[in-house]
């Protein structure tokens, strides 16, 4: 049998290796949030003079050139931008006059709790519906359930918030309009946005279920007479969970960026309508405030992904033994 | 092919937080297949033969230790180097449902090496894969099938055609005929035996059923928790010296319905199989040797030359 | 009381045409008796094994025939009283062992839920009893075993643990659908005594599908010999053994 | 039924409303737009309906020598934490103002009294007043400031501002000591909609009572309707089309003449914005008072602009498109998006201007890509907005068409007859002379035609029809009266 | 093995009926936009005034929008526009991201640390944002609005790519390919790339609508297709003035898009399920 000690060769720590990759990844979103605003057409100072409104004589905007440091060079103007993001200082909206952060902050939640419903939504449906066509593929229910959920989001977005919010709004007058206040309001853009996702995620699930079902590992279940309910959920589901969630980690991103439309059509005071009002008002702070946002965000959801997804497949955790 | 000191070791984790452990599945081993020749490959059940077997062709990294085939160093050799090599070294994998793929029909994946080498004529391939089925005494129109549309056997002897269509030099062969009725199990070794003579061809064959190493290999190395503890000529299994090697003879079964082996109701048969997770010293079947001594429990005993091929790692017959 | 197969036929339909994979199969197993099921490679044992638990998947299909347990009509059966009965009453050990384990669960856990998904019993001691079983096919250290993954195990262990697997609720009957072949003779020899205490003491029945011939010589009470789909011979051990009436049996034992 | 509503006001006194812009809520300086419209502050200087200069929280005013303006305070006027309105906290908004906007080249302020202040400024500022009437030039209580930031609103409008509700409403509160007295209104809800149909569909859901600018179609659907009312209100804006007066084709007045002719203004009024507008004669709607009555809009008719563009040499071989010395007469109109019916507008110009043998190639951007074409010059025309009055002065209108002046709206026209008009009008302090060069001013701009100007703004609001004395003001700065009220 | 890997793919798809629905009404489409100018009735550009905001007629099929056009024309020759512009993406996308991920899940190493890191990076910026900074700094216009959605749109792919690799390469098949020796890049091609291709299909198709609205969302930020080019997106946007008053203009651009993010969906059901073998043999 095979002889084992204590770790000889070991490792870069997970963890360690973990952080590094995040730190670089970190840097490498500062650098880019920094400069994709050198790529936006448009003059800083003028466009924050226009935007509070003012005529801006030629010795207003110099003033302010100066005042923004924008005359320095890059790299200074880079370090001088990180060391204030490190202390939490973005800067302050050339609309609001606020902090950035306290703007961005007080908008967080409303877009947190707006993505997470309609996640809700979205999995509330696709993981039954994903479940059932891939059990009884080729079937009516199938195709049923198939054409109704592409149905939904084969319509776009706006057209499809519209027709809610006329349908339950205007005509039956049973939620509001605005998606603001209490849950009701939450109701309407959560199902727009989430009838969106709702394909995507049915549709993938649906696929690696298929795939999960056609292993040998479900018929040894059937065998051992486990329940039906567990083998699919315990078995099936966790194995085809995978793509899915290689999915939520990839679209996470687009998710935030994503509600820009419906939180504009439901008047949601959330961070992605915010950020393009940012980005038509050239509000420069707010719109790198927001990018690394996101971005943090993003990388955050991601690392949850991956340690997810190591549960799901041991062979990652462990490294597997194979190499090409 | 010429084997020194090689190594495999494996990081396990009993749980997610806890610290890895290494886990040697291949220690110290060193052999040598010459031209022509078939090295028997037995052992215990999870001794590392796999391990071993993909070790030699070259798909899994070892963790050190040499591999020489036709005067190249597998270890270092370099991606394109070790594809021409493999023209010459082929493996036939123990699980044969996984070693196909799924979306490929049997017939593509036969002739896949001869494409990678040989790249010609559709029909010639077709004709090709046709007759490697036949061969191996599949029908030539399964060609068209999936691998989930076979049997286990048949799985085997696809596998063990799409080993041979390149006729290399070396087969490594790990439990090829396993599942496989004792008709065409005879078959298959006929074959190969065939092909032996015709193509001076060289195998490695890892098995379980010492009938089939008898008539196969020219030696037989005994493999025991990651390493070769006797290497001896097949024809003289009787006069291994290994408690282990004795053992294994030993328990052979009759095959006679009338001659029953008397089950030892209540004893325990042979102590458990080797250890897996603490760190041990000395011989590895230490705990279930009937001629222990105080030697074998501190000491690791080493191969020594007993016979013009005969080896033997054992304190008390060495 | 036994295990009655009469008549199956198990068809799979391709585009073109149909394979008869079982074509015509009666045998009958009864407690404390082992039937052996040999033949030629592709003979469609394998199908014969799934067939008795309703296990053959489409394209494939049980066509004609019956099988029951006890009386009992399995083919006809409502889905959780068969469910109830698989693993419990009759548990199978299939030949792709490699395949038949999740890769994504360990050891443990596939044992475990066996036990949990038949028996009101605490985790705890549902993974007491996979420990348990797991030492009785003589896996090395079976509580560490218990937390690895099917990835990190030889092919024998995975045929091991796959047997140990039908044996956890110690089934009144057993198919085990060459259950040895990636073993060394000497785990083969104890694994067989495992089986046949299970038979002695819990009077199991047990179809054993194998193509080695000494197994069958050495633990089958009766032997079946199939060809292309149909049983060309049937009848005990001893007598086919010695007094084989089929060319392709003589042929068979010919050739050890 | 809507969260983020504090329970204690009875229904029928609370004001929802629905905007149709954000709702910055911060230091007035930057966001004192809606600071204004929505009632939380007030400026020194006010406007009336006619877009006149009238006394606000100054009761009046006076010139002083040329760089020196008297302003006397409005007595009793209290800001919304109680205390009462104070020379120095007027200065100290003014200051700021000045500070910022850097529109007024501010000396110092001197406290006069209680009650009056002077500003005296660098240069001579002749519209100082109208300078003071822009929302950004609103007045706030001393303790607006905390260690120098502006951090509470205290302002002196009809509504005191209570708080951002979770939701990012503004709720404010009627005033009880307001100075034109107490308001009906006794709360105000005001909640943005970005969107113009879901802010159309709250209203019809009666989840607000008033909704401001509603789009023409759906205007057209609520006429007739009962319980529902529209409000029409004119306003000081302006869509124009700018030329690049140095392009080859367009440096000819011939061409830009024949284009005015050729443009419809009456069919882009009916049929792109649903009759809710008015077709231009001149720069200025007839709500200001700075417009030439003599400016006539300009004539439709296809065959003088055919004729036009024949005699400037610019002929149809047959293709459909002008040609002259083997250059077709191809031109590039830029536009933006954020204003909705701005490219439907260009489509229908592209089509009236085919007619006519030009062919028009529209680009649609943003705002910024507009304003960066005309800063580098490299248009041909532009098709935008104008605000006229947010500033109630015609100087800042004309800075366009001066050639030195910084506006990024100019159409790259230089004329150095009206330069020195306007130059002069800036200085110029006698009322009526001022007038008088504004005038000759607008009939050369109406004759050279650097612009064509093609219809006054119309803001459209809708209201339930129990709301009151709802009235918009041509400069757009007052939405929510103290005087909206209830039936 | 008479044809190929992929004719056989296409034997198989054949019998699946809403798979080949799905195919039919593209193909349709298809032709729609190649036979614009003899199916249009209008011209698709005609702003005629006189007849704004009809209801559908005889003359007018799906009525006419808001200044007159003839949204039946429109909506055909939109074809044109919207599927070309969707479809060059996803093609670009998909040339890109299945080597690129592929490779870098098969080789590892250090190539593959690098390559993770810059999709992390790009990946964690919100997409809208890239695509207007990369399509304001090409500039406006529908070729470079193209290729800034590709730009940002190959990373996501790779990214799952990549991941299916890895899971892929850890088969018995693949290692028994490489011992046939196989080169890299076949084995990418012949083992790989179909475990990998059935979730890319299905993105792939789900994502053809969302860039056809993607395209849309960047025309209104005034960076992609200009007015009048009858683009379906666009279409849609400039008929929500008239959502209520004239549902009409909303629509058949709307119906247009559904309808091929539909049927692209159910062939990429279909296509999916060819590409496996099992269970589906009848
Ligand atoms: N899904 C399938 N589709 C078509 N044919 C199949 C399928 N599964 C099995 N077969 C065919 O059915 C026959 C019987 O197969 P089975 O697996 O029962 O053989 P077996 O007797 O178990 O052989 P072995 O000893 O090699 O395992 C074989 O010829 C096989 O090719
Ligand atoms: N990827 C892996 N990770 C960790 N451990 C592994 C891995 N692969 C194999 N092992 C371990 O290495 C040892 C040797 O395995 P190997 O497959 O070589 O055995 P074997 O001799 O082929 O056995 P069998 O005859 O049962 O197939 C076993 O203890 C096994 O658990
Ligand atoms: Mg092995
Ligand atoms: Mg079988």
Same mark, same amino acid.
């Given at each position: ?324 | ?157 696809v596998n063990i055609a799409r080993a041979l269509a390149l006729k290399p030099a070396l087969v490594v062969c790990d439990e090829a005929v396993s599942n496989l009725d004792s008709i065409v199990k005879t078959q298959i070794v006929d074959l190969l035996l065939r092909l032996q003579d015709e193509f001076n061809m060289s195998y490695i064959f890892i098995t379980h059923d010492l009938h089939v190493v008898r008539r196969i290999a020219d030696r037989v190395a005994v493999m025991l928790g990651g390493k070769i503890v006797e290497v001896l000529p097949a024809g003289e299994l009787a006069a291994a010296i290994h408690p282990y090697t004795r053992y294994l003879l030993s328990a052979t079964l009759s095959g006679d319905p009338c001659k029953r082996r008397q089950r030892q109701k209540g004893t325990q048969p042979a102590g458990p199989a080797g250890r897996y997770g603490t760190a041990m010293s000395g011989c590895a079947l230490q705990h279930r040797c009937p001629e222990l001594c105080e030697q074998c429990r501190v000491e690791e005993p080493l191969l020594k030359t007993i016979g013009s091929i005969h080896q033997v790692a054992c304190h008390l017959n060495g | 009381m036994a295990l009655v197969v009469e008549d199956l036929r198990t068809y799979y339909f391709q585009a073109d045409k149909v394979i008869p994979a079982v074509d015509g199969v009666s045998f009958s197993v009864l407690p404390e008796k082992t039937v052996c099921l040999v033949g030629e490679s592709g003979c469609g044992k394998s199908a014969v094994a799934l067939s008795l638990l309703g296990l053959i998947e489409p394209p494939g299909k049980i066509v004609a025939g019956r099988v029951s347990l006890d009386g009992r009509d399995l083919l006809a059966m409502p889905p959780e009283e068969l469910r109830l009965l698989r693993g419990q009453d009759i548990s199978i050990v299939f030949q792709n062992s490699r395949y038949s384990l999740n890769p994504s669960l360990t050891i443990g856990i596939q044992l475990a839920e066996t036990v949990l998904s038949h028996n009101e019993v605490s985790r705890s001691a549902a993974k007491e009893m996979a420990v348990d079983v797991l030492r009785r096919v003589r896996l090395p250290e079976p509580a560490q075993l218990c937390d690895r993954y099917p990835f990190e195990l030889s092919g024998g262990m995975h045929q091991r643990v796959m047997i140990a697997m039908a044996l956890l609720l110690k089934p009144r009957y057993l198919i085990a659908d060459e259950p040895t072949s990636a073993l060394d003779i000497t785990t083969q020899t104890h694994i067989l005594d495992e089986l046949m205490e299970l038979k002695e003491q819990y009077g199991a029945g047990m179809l054993f599908i194998t193509h080695d011939l000494a197994v069958v010589a050495e633990i089958a009470d009766e032997v079946a010999v199939m060809k292309q789909g149909k049983i060309v011979e049937y009848g005990s051990v001893f007598e086919v053994f010695q ?14 | ?247 080859? #084709? ?47 809009? #300009? ?26 010395? #083997? ?59 104008? #605000? ?100 | ?30 032709? *729609? ?82 390559? *993770? ?8 910026? /919100? ?18 609005? *193209? ?87 666009? *279409?849609?946007?400039?008929?929500? /003035? ?10 058949? /651009? ?29």
């Open positions: 049998m095979a002889k084992e000690g204590e770790a000889r060769v070991m490792p870069v720590n997970f963890f360690i290796h973990r952080g590094i990759s995040f730190i670089i990844l970190l840097f490498g979103i500062s650098l880019v949030a920094f400069g994709l605003m050198a790529l936006v057409p448009g003059d800083t100072p003028e466009m924050v003079l226009t935007s509070i409104g003012v005529e801006a004589p030629p010795e207003t905007v110099e003033a302010l050139r100066q005042q923004l440091q924008l005359d320095d060079p890059v790299y200074i103007r880079y370090g001088r931008w990180l060391s204030r993001a490190l202390h939490l200082d973005l800067g302050i909206s050339y609309r609001t006059g606020l902090p950035v952060v306290e703007e961005l902050g007080s908008r967080l939640a409303a877009t947190v709790q707006l993505t997470l419903a309609s996640l809700a939504f979205a999995l509330l449906f696709s993981v039954p519906l994903g479940v059932l066509t891939a059990l009884y593929p080729k079937t009516w229910l199938d195709l049923i359930g198939r054409i109704t959920v592409l149905t939904g989001s084969s319509i776009p977005n706006f057209w499809l918030g519209l027709l809610l919010a006329y349908v339950f709004g205007v005509r039956l007058q049973w939620l509001p309009i605005a998606g603001a206040g209490g849950w009701e309001g939450l109701i309407l853009p959560a199902a727009t946005l989430g009838f969106g996702m709702l394909a995507a995620y049915t549709r993938l699930l649906r696929g690696s279920m298929l795939d999960a079902l056609s292993q040998g590992f479900i018929r040894v279940g059937r065998a051992k007479g486990l329940k039906e309910k567990w083998l699919i959920g315990r078995h099936a589901l966790r194995y085809a969970l995978l793509p899915v969630l290689t999915w939520f980690g990839i679209s996470i991103g687009q998710l935030l960026g994503g509600s820009v439309v419906v939180e504009t059509l439901f008047s949601w005071p959330g961070l992605g309508r915010f950020a393009v009002e940012s980005i038509q008002g050239r509000d420069y702070p707010v719109i790198q405030g927001y990018v690394l946002f996101s971005a943090l965000a993003v990388v955050t959801v991601n690392v949850v992904v991956d340690c997810l997804y190591s549960c799901l497949d041991p062979r990652i955790r462990l490294g597997g033994g194979r190499e090409p | 092919m010429k084997v020194s000191n090689l190594k495999k070791y494996y990081t396990v984790r009993d749980c997610f937080f806890a610290k890895r452990k290494i886990l040697t599945a291949v220690d110290n081993v060193s052999l040598a297949v010459g031209r022509r020749e078939t090295l028997g490959i037995v052992g215990e059940s999870g001794c590392g033969k796999s391990t071993l077997a993909r070790c030699l062709v070259s798909l899994e990294k070892t963790t050190s230790g040499q591999i020489q085939f036709d005067g190249v160093e597998l270890t270092t050799a370099g991606r394109e180097e070790l594809r021409q090599l493999r023209r010459n070294l082929q493996i036939v994998f123990q699980d044969p449902y996984a070693a196909l793929n799924p979306l490929r029909t049997v017939g593509e994946s036969i002739i896949e090496p001869l494409l990678n080498y040989h790249p010609g004529d559709s029909r010639e391939l077709e004709e090709k894969a046709e007759q490697l089925l036949t061969v191996v005494g599949l029908k030539p129109e399964y060609k068209n099938r999936y691998p989930h549309q076979f049997s286990g056997g048949q799985l085997q002897r | 007094n084989p009436a089929h060319p392709y049996t003589r042929q068979l034992l010919q050739s050890v | 039924g809507c969260g983020g509503k504090p329970a204690s006001a009875p229904a029928n006194t609370t004001l929802k409303v629905g905007w149709d812009f954000e709702m910055p809520i911060a230091d007035p300086v930057k966001s004192g737009y809606f600071l204004v419209r929505s009632g939380i502050m007030e400026t020194l200087v006010a406007v009336d309906f006619d877009g006149k200069l009238v006394p606000g929280l100054a009761l009046e005013w006076q010139a002083i020598g040329t760089t020196a303006w008297k302003f006397t305070l409005r007595p009793n006027v209290k800001f919304h934490d109680g205390s009462l309105m104070t020379a120095k906290s007027v200065k100290l908004a003014v200051e700021r103002f000045a500070e910022t906007a850097k529109t007024i080249p501010l000396d110092s302020i001197e406290i006069v009294s209680d009650h009056e202040i002077l500003i005296k400024t660098r240069k001579p500022v002749v519209a100082l007043p109208a300078y003071l009437a822009t929302p950004e030039a609103s007045i706030y209580g001393e303790k607006a400031m905390v260690d120098g930031k502006f951090t509470n609103l205290i302002g002196t409008g009809p509504y005191k501002f209570i708080q951002v509700a979770q939701d990012k409403s503004i709720v404010t509160e009627g005033f009880t000591e307001y100075w034109k007295g107490a308001p009906q209104i006794k709360q105000v809800i005001n909640r943005h909609y970005p969107d113009a149909q879901t802010r159309f569909m709250a209203l019809q859901s009666g989840e607000v009572d008033f909704i401001r600018n509603v789009l023409p179609a759906n205007a057209k659907l609520l006429q007739g309707k009962a319980g529902y009312q529209v409000a029409v209100s004119p306003v000081g804006r302006v869509r124009v089309i700018y030329f690049n007066t140095e392009q080859a #084709g367009l440096a000819d007045r011939e061409v830009r003449l024949a284009i005015n002719h050729a443009l419809d203004r009456e069919a882009i009024v009916k049929d792109v914005l649903g009759g809710y507008s008015k077709a231009a004669a001149g720069m200025f709607p007839d709500n200001l008072p700075w417009g030439n009555p003599a400016i006539k809009a #300009g004539e439709h008719s296809v065959a003088t602009a055919r004729n036009l563009l024949d005699k400037a040499g610019w002929v149809d071989n047959g293709s459909g498109i002008r040609e002259k010395q #083997g250059k077709k007469l191809e031109l590039n109109l830029i536009t933006y998006s954020s204003r909705p019916e701005l490219p439907d507008i260009a489509l229908v110009v592209q089509a009236q201007l085919a007619a006519v043998g030009i062919k028009l190639n529209i680009q649609v951007a943003d705002i910024g890509a507009v304003e960066k074409a005309m800063a580098s010059k490299n248009f041909d025309m532009v098709l935008v907005a104008r #605000g006229l009055a947010f500033t109630p002065d015609p100087s800042i209108a004309f800075e366009d068409f001066r050639s030195t002046s910084m506006s990024k709206y100019r159409p790259n026209y230089v004329n150095k007859e009206l330069d020195s008009l306007l130059e002069g009008a800036l200085r110029e302090t006698d009322p009526a002379k001022r007038q008088a060069d504004y005038y000759q001013a607008q009939e050369i701009i109406d004759k050279e035609i650097p612009a064509i100007f093609l219809n006054y703004y119309v803001h459209v609001d809708a209201y339930k029809k129990t709301l009151r004395n709802f009235r918009i003001h041509p400069t757009e700065a007052h939405v929510l009266t103290s005087d909206l009220q209830f039936q | 093995m008479k044809q190929n890997l992929w004719s056989r793919y296409w034997q198989r798809l054949k019998h699946d009926k809403a798979g080949i629905c799905g195919l039919m009404i593209l193909l349709v489409f298809a032709g *729609m936009a190649l036979t614009a100018p003899y199916l249009s009735l209008h011209d698709p550009l005609a702003v005629q005034l006189g007849a704004k905001l009809q209801n559908p007629s005889a003359q007018y099929p799906f009525g006419t929008d808001h200044l007159g056009r003839c949204i039946f024309s429109r909506v055909v020759y939109g074809a044109q526009v919207s599927l070309a512009a969707a479809g060059i993406v996803l093609g670009s996308v998909l040339v890109i991201s299945l080597p690129v991920g592929m490779f870098s899940g098969y080789t590892g190493g250090m190539a593959d640390q690098i390559f *993770m890191r810059i999709v992390d990076t790009v990946l964690a910026f /919100p997409l809208l944002i890239l695509a207007l900074a990369i399509a304001g700094f090409l500039g406006a216009g529908l070729v470079n609005v *193209m290729l800034a959605l590709a730009a940002v749109w190959w990373v996501g792919y790779a990214r799952i790519v990549r991941g299916l690799t890895l899971a892929a390469k850890e088969k018995d098949f693949v290692m028994a390919a490489k011992a046939a020796g196989t080169k890299t890049i076949p084995i990418l091609y012949q083992h790989i790339l179909p475990h990998v291709l059935g979730t890319v299909i299905v993105l792939a198709t789900l994502d053809m609508g969302k860039l056809i609205m993607a395209v849309a969302g960047l025309s209104f930020l005034g960076l992609g297709a200009q007015p009048p080019t009858p683009e379906w997106g666009s *279409m849609l946007n400039d008929g929500r /003035p008239y959502f209520q008053a004239a549902p009409h203009v909303m629509l058949f /651009p709307g119906l247009a898009i559904a309808t091929v993010v539909l049927s692209c969906n159910l062939f990429g059901d279909a296509l999916r399920d060819a590409l496996n073998p099992q269970g589906m043999t009848e």
